[in-house]
């Protein structure tokens, strides 16, 4: 059934229907209900009855009763919401979730109260109402994510229902993500190799330890122990939105993606021998004076692929020909997934371990020894 808001709506019956809440002699509040045959008629009424009762309706909290923190607006419960967690997510998450909120959610919803929230009503005024978004499985997963944290806020902290909603949105598996082959992987480090800059240094990093795009760029040479060999992931760098305006960005340094992403790095006598020769005295290890933009080195390592007439890969496709590299020569999981900064095993295995042909076609031939051995015992 359409709504035209969150407190007006068209019946079956033809007529248009307002609700609003109306309070009570013991400081409860009660919904009521006016009647047009247009919805402009409904507004003037529920305008007047608001300006008699010098009560908001729908878009603002209400007063509170006896005392206690009450507030069933959906919409101002979301701004206190995003207040609380600014302070205690990272700042690239918080503007995520902004960003989600204010995109798909703030005009969709906003105006509802916390009682209205269910998931056919997320479907009618999200999915079903703006057709002209192509919503994939992964965003509508993101959107109840972000609603039903909000809901367990106002539950926590404004004793609204404890109401949370289903999230059976599958998320995409998406683009299979390809490694570098061999025969590229040879040419681009050879290539890397001649005429060692401070740029291709950080690309041959990359490939031998699997930092992810963001902390190279903010890599510092504090963070490098020569003596110990071990690089130490303490940051990351990402173009973000710094206000309302999501167009315009800037660049942040931030912790790493999760805790786990602080990490300890050992590195070989060959990669440290390579960032000996590149050292220089400004604080980044390839940015200089000040972190390298993501973009731009993504940039580069494209003209790199050129330069050789390699296929074009994305810049992620190093930490995944990392990892792929490590399991083919016999390390652990458990050791891989460590130095890659995962949660657990399962990432590492589920999400960055491709095993090649080569890897498969020698898996397969162990098997001839065993078949083998049959054959032997069959001839005895």
């Known amino acids: 059934m359409p709504r035209h808001g969150s407190n007006i709506r068209r019946r079956i019956d033809g007529r248009w229907e307002g609700r609003y809440k109306s309070l009570q002699a013991d400081n409860s509040y009660k919904y009521k209900s006016v009647y047009g045959k247009t919805c402009r008629e409904v507004k003037e009424k529920l305008e007047k009855i608001r300006a008699q009762n010098s009560q908001l309706i729908s878009e603002t909290s209400l007063p509170s009763r006896c005392n206690e923190k009450v507030l069933e607006c959906f919409g101002e419960i979301s701004l206190k919401w995003l207040e609380s967690i600014k302070e205690i997510r990272k700042y690239s998450t918080y503007i995520k979730y902004r960003g989600i909120y204010e995109k798909h959610i703030k005009d969709a919803i906003g105006c509802a109260c916390i009682c209205e929230i269910t998931n056919e009503f997320i479907n009618e005024n999200i999915f079903r109402k703006n057709m002209e978004i192509k919503y994939s499985n992964n965003l509508k997963h993101s959107i109840i994510a972000v609603i039903n944290q909000i809901l367990r806020y106002a539950s926590e902290n404004y004793k ?4 949370q909603l289903a999230n059976k949105s599958v998320r995409d598996k998406g683009k299979k993500i390809e490694i570098i082959n061999r025969t590229d992987q040879a040419a681009l480090v050879r290539y890397l190799y001649r005429e060692t800059d401070t740029s291709k240094a950080g690309i041959l990093l990359c490939i031998f330890t699997g930092l992810r795009l963001g902390e190279v760029c903010s890599l510092k040479w504090e963070d490098v122990d020569f ?16 206000s309302k305006n999501q167009n315009r960005t800037a660049l942040v340094v931030t912790e790493p993606k999760s805790i786990f992403s602080v990490r300890e790095i050992p590195i070989s006598e060959e990669t440290a021998q390579i960032l000996k020769k590149i050292r ?8 200089g004076r000040s972190p390298l933009e993501p973009r731009t080195y993504q940039n580069r390592f494209k003209r790199y692929l050129k330069e050789i007439t390699a296929r074009t890969y994305n810049f ?15 390390m652990d999981v458990k050791s891989l997934s460590e130095i890659l900064g995962h949660a657990n095993v399962q990432i590492t295995l589920n999400r960055y371990v491709h095993p090649t ?12 020894s065993v078949y083998g051995q049959f054959c032997g015992n069959a001839e005895l």
Request: glycine share 2%; aromatic share 6%; proline share 2%.
């Open 160 to 163: 609204s229902p404890a109401v």
């Open 227 to 242: 003596e110990q060999k071990i690089i130490y992931v303490r940051r990351t760098v990402q173009r973000i939105a710094v």
């Open 280 to 287: 220089h005295d400004d604080e980044y290890v390839i940015g």
């Open 316 to 330: 992620h496709a190093l930490r995944h020909t990392f990892a792929t590299n490590c399991i083919d020569n016999d």
């Open 357 to 368: 042909m080569d890897t498969k076609r020698r898996q397969i031939a162990v098997l001839d």
